[in-house]
């Protein structure tokens, strides 16, 4: 088992660049979690996502961002255009529907540097 | 609102030692709380709940309501238990949002 599957795993662009990052949950997980960690601070939700429908995007600052998850399995972060301040690891999660019982699988990250 | 607070960005104690990392909490209900573990090279990880009352790697945590913590305890410190370690809340509600803290870098020395 692969775990979750992060791409790519280092990203340096300028400012003003467009940037996407991919996410491959774990088989069978249909919800779906980005989180963004900027350094020396722990993971701050994005949005989440339950199959393809995003049920909680309230953190997600929609001017510069944007996420989806078409057909409920992969997600796509984006950040457009890109700002200094965006520098940071964006984390994705997954976990089984139903329940939560606090687990969540993560994987490695991505690691934007704006320059 | 919920919030994690984590006061010790780093902690570093000799290998035998007890270990002891803070966590405390501000929720107006009855939360869940967790303790994520992160070492060099791996990803994130759970490494307890409180709901379980369990030992993993020797770790235990217990949540005081009265005190609003949930401090995560280890009476010998081993050195590899150096690592990055969060502390997280989960609210109920429709939210189902896992909070965490700002994290606590441990370091063992040998």
């Known amino acids: 088992e692969a775990g979750v599957v992060q791409s790519p795993r280092y990203k340096i662009i300028e400012k003003k660049q467009p940037v996407a990052f991919w996410c491959n949950p774990i088989s069978g997980h249909n919800t779906l979690y980005w989180y963004l960690q900027n350094l020396g601070q722990g993971p701050e939700l994005l949005i989440r996502?339950?199959?393809?429908?995003?049920?909680?995007d309230s953190q997600l600052p929609k001017d510069r961002f944007s996420a989806e998850r078409l057909k409920g399995v992969d997600s796509t972060l984006k950040i457009q255009p890109a700002e200094l301040g965006d520098s940071a690891v964006y984390l994705c999660?997954?976990?089984?529907?139903?329940?939560?019982?606090?687990?969540?699988?993560f994987g490695e990250g991505s690691r934007l540097t704006v320059l | 609102a919920q919030r994690v607070t984590q006061p010790e960005k780093l902690l570093s104690v000799f290998k035998g030692a007890p270990v002891e990392l803070k966590c405390n909490y501000s929720y107006s209900g009855s939360p869940e709380l967790f303790w994520y573990v992160q070492y060099s090279r791996q990803r994130l990880q759970l490494l307890l709940r409180?709901?379980s009352r369990e030992s993993i790697k020797g770790f235990t945590a217990d949540l005081n309501k009265g005190e609003t913590s949930f401090h995560l305890k280890k009476p010998f410190a081993q050195e590899e238990d150096s690592a990055m370690y969060y502390c997280a809340l989960l609210g109920w509600g429709g939210a189902q949002k896992l909070v965490f803290g700002q994290g606590t870098r441990l370091t063992i020395n040998p």
């Open positions: 996502y339950e199959n393809e429908e995003a049920v909680d």
């Open positions: 999660a997954s976990r089984p529907s139903g329940g939560f019982s606090g687990e969540l699988f």
């Open positions: 409180h709901i």
